[in-house]
DNA sequence: TGCATTTTGCAACCGTGTTGCATGAAGTTA
DNA sequence: TAACTTCATGCAACACGGTTGCAAAATGCA
C-alpha cells in the first residue's frame, strides 16, 4: 500500500491524515505478519514511540486496527481489512510460535462459532494457539 | 481445599511440600476465578511477590496451575482439574468482561475443534471472549 | 552436629505501556 | 498578514507486571 492509498484510507476511517500518521499506516501494511509497538519503534526511527502509541489508540478506536494478545508479553496490531469502519468481524485465529516468537494469521481457518451461556454478550474474541510453526518444526 | 488435600495436591504433581506453596495452592483453589499474580500479593501477604511468582512457575512446570492471558494486561492462574501430569486437556473458554474486568471460566462451553494447517503444531490454546458478562449488562 | 542443598525475602532491575507538559505545526478568522 | 485557536508531536518521566541476583534462613541428610 503506497502513500495515496494509505491516505485515503485514514480518509475512508474518519482519520485527518498527518505525516506520521500515513508513515504509520504504511508500515502496518508492509507488516505481514502483526506488529508490537517495538517492533513499530525499531521500524520506524523518525517518530517518538509515545507518538506511534498514541497512533496505534487512535487507529484502534476507528476501526483501523485491531489488537491481538497473543502471550508473548506485548500487543500486536494489524491492519483491519474490512472496509465498514463498525465491523470488526474480519478476526481470524492467530498462532503464536514458541520457537521462533512470531504470530501468525491463520486466514484459512474458520473462525469457530461459540455458543455463550445466557446472558453474555461478546463483543470481540482472541483466539490464540500456541505450539511450533512449520518453519521451526522442520529443523 | 483444605491444607491436607493441597499437600498431597502437591505431591501427586512431584512438588514438594513447603508452608509458603500450601497457602499459593490453598489460595487458588479458593478463588472461584482465575487470579492474577498481584491479586495473589493482595491476598497472601505473608509471601512476597517474588515468592509467589515463583512457586507459580514452578507450579506451571509441573502441571499443576495453567496460565490464561485474558487480555487484562496480566496473566491469570488457575488450578488444573486434571489430574494427570501430562494433560493440559482440562482447558476451557474464557470470558473477560469489560465492564467489570473480570475473567470468568465457560466450564459448559465445549472447546471448539481446530484443525489448523498441515505443519503446525498445536501445544495449547487460549481462547478469550470479551464482551459484558451477564452481571454487568443487567445493570 | 556439621555440611550441602533448597527455599525464601529483599531489593533492584527490565521492558511495555502510558501520561504531562511544552513546543511546534496547521488551520481559522479578521 | 497577524493574532489566535486547535491539534499533533517529541521528550521525559512514570506506572506496572514480571523477573532476577544475592544473601540469609530453612531444610534434609550424613
Redesign the interface.
Given at each position: 500500500m503506497d502513500r495515496q492509498e494509505c491516505e485515503s484510507l485514514l480518509m475512508r476511517h474518519g482519520v485527518k491524515s498527518t505525516p506520521n500518521r500515513v508513515i504509520v499506516a504504511e508500515a502496518l501494511s508492509e507488516a505481514r505478519e502483526p506488529v508490537s509497538l517495538s517492533e513499530l519503534e525499531e521500524k520506524i526511527v523518525s517518530i517518538d514511540k509515545s507518538g506511534i502509541f498514541r497512533t496505534l489508540a487512535l487507529f484502534r478506536g476507528h476501526h483501523l486496527v485491531h489488537v491481538i494478545?497473543d502471550?508473548s508479553g506485548s500487543a500486536r496490531y494489524e491492519l483491519c481489512h474490512s472496509e465498514d469502519e463498525h465491523d470488526d468481524d474480519d478476526q481470524h485465529?492467530h498462532?503464536y510460535c514458541?520457537v521462533c516468537r512470531r504470530t501468525f494469521c491463520?486466514s484459512?481457518?474458520p473462525v469457530?462459532?461459540?455458543?455463550?451461556?445466557?446472558?453474555?454478550?461478546?463483543?470481540?474474541?482472541?483466539?490464540?494457539?500456541?505450539?511450533?510453526?512449520?518453519e521451526c518444526?522442520?529443523k
Amino acid at each position: 500500500m503506497d502513500r495515496q492509498e494509505c491516505e485515503s484510507l485514514l480518509m475512508r476511517h474518519g482519520v485527518k491524515s498527518t505525516p506520521n500518521r500515513v508513515i504509520v499506516a504504511e508500515a502496518l501494511s508492509e507488516a505481514r505478519e502483526p506488529v508490537s509497538l517495538s517492533e513499530l519503534e525499531e521500524k520506524i526511527v523518525s517518530i517518538d514511540k509515545s507518538g506511534i502509541f498514541r497512533t496505534l489508540a487512535l487507529f484502534r478506536g476507528h476501526h483501523l486496527v485491531h489488537v491481538i494478545d497473543d502471550g508473548s508479553g506485548s500487543a500486536r496490531y494489524e491492519l483491519c481489512h474490512s472496509e465498514d469502519e463498525h465491523d470488526d468481524d474480519d478476526q481470524h485465529l492467530h498462532f503464536y510460535c514458541e520457537v521462533c516468537r512470531r504470530t501468525f494469521c491463520l486466514s484459512e481457518v474458520p473462525v469457530p462459532e461459540i455458543s455463550v451461556p445466557q446472558g453474555y454478550e461478546v463483543t470481540s474474541t482472541n483466539f490464540v494457539l500456541h505450539g511450533i510453526c512449520p518453519e521451526c518444526s522442520r529443523k
